[in-house]
């Protein structure tokens, strides 16, 4: 078991010379071998070994034996130890998500490197655990060698390897009555599942944690060429081989606050880009709403319609978006920044409305289907100021005045922006 360990440690440069490496110690088989296989190990490595012992507080006085038992060998072998005690809750994810979250932020706190003693039959557990609750290739990778300041150095050992060594050296553990129940998926994979399937193959654990270990290689090379290929266009995520796109598309998700994409996130991410719809739209959770902006995706956030502004004529009215100065007509004017109506009942300054239509030089369209046409993204539309009397659309930011609604005699309109652009931004023709 020490030669594993060493070929783990070094192949996966989990600790250099000078290292403190904290042992993650529940006073279990697995824990305590790794515990005592470090201490024995680490004159050869040139490290400091400690251990840490988190109580979740679960089982009563059975949880404060295990503690005490820890406790005692540390103390008997001249071993640091760092111990915590939390009350753990089951939170959304459950109770073994909650007790793996608190024991992690205590292993946050501590100094060094920190190791815990996962082994190969724990890969082979997970390997197996993640495809019956469903996953890709990521999750085919199991366990991870190296994460951050965590290192598993027993990953390719396996439990049976774990037992002889503890035999070996008389070394004691405690036994954790939970595990022995079936409460949870994995110990009832642990119990029923996996002495099936060793009976067809009893290195069923070292194949499983091998193939996971490729399938971990695999899938970093294919992140590395998917970063490489990084779009939010979308017809180059059409041209994109299926194991990248659906890479790309969950960092793009990711970056717009969907934590942890799932696979029906990403096909429905995936539905937008294929979708036949220049502003198609989907739902993600968080409240975050993606939209295709024609020829691009981009994170929707819709703005709310203007507020109406009744529009002083003659004289001057002040929005946030938009300054306008109506006075008598000297002459007729046809720019679209300035130009000469005859307004029929009051002027307003507001956002498109249903069933509103504009007169240009193409002939009347309806200012969505103009708004589609020009390829405006529907997120801004609300935000496109339209000028309006009793009569219809008089004219429209960025467009220009409505070409029924011009005359040479009436009211000379101006209309300048504030928060707007003029140039560069324009709607028109």
């Known amino acids: 078991m020490l030669n594993n360990i060493c070929k783990t440690l070094r192949e996966y440069h989990m600790v250099s010379p000078g290292d403190t490496v904290v042992c993650c110690v529940s006073g279990g088989a697995d824990s305590m071998a790794l515990l005592f296989a470090m201490c024995l190990l680490k004159k050869k490595l040139g490290v400091q070994v400690c251990a840490a012992h988190f109580n979740h507080g679960l089982r009563g006085e059975e949880s404060d034996g295990d503690a005490a038992f820890v406790r005692d060998f540390c103390r008997d072998y001249g071993i640091p130890l760092y111990e915590q005690k939390q009350q753990v809750k089951p939170g959304k994810k459950g109770l073994e998500a909650a007790c793996r979250d608190a024991r992690y932020a205590f292993f946050e706190t501590l100094p060094g490197k920190i190791a815990t003693a996962h082994t ?88 499983l944690s091998a193939a996971a270990q490729r399938l971990r290689r695999d899938e970093a090379a294919l992140d590395k060429i998917s970063r490489e290929a990084e779009t939010r266009e979308v017809e180059r995520l059409r041209s994109l081989e299926p194991a990248l796109r659906s890479r790309v598309l969950g960092r793009l998700l990711e970056g717009w606050g969907v934590k ?37 995706l981009q994170k929707a956030q819709d703005s709310p319609p203007l507020e109406p502004s009744l529009v002083h004529c003659p004289g001057e009215t002040d929005t946030d978006e938009i300054k306008i100065t109506c006075c008598p007509a000297q002459k007729g004017f046809k720019e679209m920044y300035r130009f000469t109506v005859q307004p029929q009942g009051q002027l307003w300054l507001r956002s498109r409305q249903p069933g509103d239509e504009i007169t240009l030089s193409g002939g ?18 609300n935000r496109i100021p339209v000028l309006a009397d009793d009569a219809g659309v008089v004219a429209v930011w960025g467009i220009g005045p409505n070409r029924k609604r011009l005359t040479d005699t009436g009211v000379e309109i101006r209309w300048e922006a504030k928060h707007i652009k003029t140039e560069g931004d324009s709607y028109g023709e």
């Open 120 to 207: 190969a039959d724990d890969n082979a557990e997970t390997l197996l655990l993640h495809l019956i609750r469903g996953t890709g290739l990521k999750g085919l990778g199991g366990i991870t060698p190296v994460n951050g300041r965590i290192i598993r150095p027993m990953l390719m050992t396996t439990r049976a390897r774990v037992l002889a060594f503890l035999q070996e050296y008389h070394i004691p553990f405690v036994e954790d009555s939970s595990n022995q129940t079936d409460d949870f998926l994995r110990n009832r994979i642990r119990h029923h599942v996996m002495p099936l399937l060793k009976q067809e193959n009893p290195r069923l654990p070292e194949n």
């Open 260 to 296: 942890e994409p799932e696979a029906e996130h990403i096909a429905a991410l995936e539905a937008l880009v294929f979708s036949p719809k220049p502003s198609a739209r989907a739902s993600f959770p968080n409240g975050v709403r993606v939209e295709r902006c024609y020829g691009a």
């Open 364 to 381: 009347t369209k309806t200012l969505k289907k103009l708004w589609i046409d020009r390829k405006i993204p529907a997120s801004r539309r």
